[in-house]
């Protein structure tokens, strides 16, 4: 551990509360430029003052002696909060926030590697003449899919590695974020505030898929459209679904959204890229599902099973149950105070709760 605080952390701490230099200085009772020179790092904080932080922000001292590699936010999440202009108050938060679970990953990986089938690889479009398509085929062929529908998206990248996490953005503008940092797996960031759909998720999960796979190198300005024709492949492989598509109704589009496990509007937009269907026929389709209010909910009956990770929950219990880690032991491992490791990473039901 540091010997002295890293103001960096200090800043994490308190963005990740959704607090301003002034909110904090004001909980702890002193002038906002403490604070500020604290987080510069011009004035090493006294053990009275280290003791008031931790207090104010609910973090265990040892948070604020981390030496962890604070990172920016990728160049997907510079693209989605250009789409959907974010404020800043809940970008930092974000921001904070995923740092903060990397951290834990890190360290939960150092007890607890996982042991995956599959890897990921980074691959340049420009290598495939600006197939997208050829690519989300052959991570398809990477990771020995079968033909036909991706079975369980979330089950396929926790097999190559990839770790999928469920936390609270803040918002309701972002369904999913996904980051790629030398230290630590991919990680792909579910938002928990949204009461999302199955077949949303699952595409949601491809599109940070094609991020991650397509985007390493920042990717150019049209990232965010290369990552939903990666998805659609990925989900949807053109040569596979093509024969479908043809005089689509909506029976048509509601069995063959079980099947493929994504939602009809994604079928006709797949259908009209494949051009199977005409623009008027896409129109058509378009005006049916509003007038069905399909457009902002499909019908529930319809609804694909929403996909649950398991490698995170496989790492917090292999310290639990094979190296004997109590939620106290977990929570200093992770920074965190008991509670807050409980809420994070206990879900009502693991053994750790009676513990
Ligand atoms: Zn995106």
Known sequence: MREEINAEMVILARESRGMTQAALARAMNVQQGTVSKIEAGLQNPSEEMIEKLARTLRYPRAFFYQDDRVHGFGSSVFYHRKRQ?????????????????????????????????????????????????????????????????????????????????????????????????????????????????????????????????????????????????????????????????????????????????????????????????????MRYLFIQFSQAGYRMREPEELDIPVEKPTLLKMMIDAHANELGYSAADLGRILNLEEDEFRDLYTERSLRLLRG
């Not at 991706?150 to 999928?164: F, H, L, P």
């Not at 390493?216 to 990552?227: F, K, V």
């Open 85 to 281: 202009s974010l404020p800043q108050s809940v970008l930092r938060k974000l921001h904070a926030d995923m740092n903060i679970r990397r951290f834990h990953i890190e360290r939960l990986l150092r007890s607890a590697a996982i042991e995956a089938s599959f890897s990921f690889h980074a691959y340049d479009v420009a290598d495939f003449g600006g197939s997208v398509e050829d690519v989300a085929q052959l991570v398809r062929a990477d990771w020995k899919l079968p033909p036909g529908p991706v079975r369980n998206v979330t089950e396929a990248i926790e097999s190559a590695g990839g770790v999928v996490v469920r936390c609270d953005f803040g918002t309701r503008k972002i369904d999913a974020i996904s980051e790629w940092v030398s230290t630590c797996p991919p990680i792909f960031f579910i938002n928990a505030n949204t009461a999302i759909t199955g077949d949303r998720l699952r595409f949601n999960l491809a599109h940070e898929l094609g991020h991650i796979i397509l985007h390493q190198g920042g990717g150019g300005p049209n990232i965010e459209e290369e990552a939903d024709r990666f998805a659609s492949e990925f989900l949807m492989p053109g040569a596979e679904i093509k024969t479908s598509l043809h005089r689509l109704n909506i029976p048509k589009l509601a069995s063959l959204k079980q099947y493929w496990k994504v939602s009809m509007q994604a079928l006709v937009m797949r259908a009209y890229r494949l051009k199977t269907i005409t623009e008027a026929q």
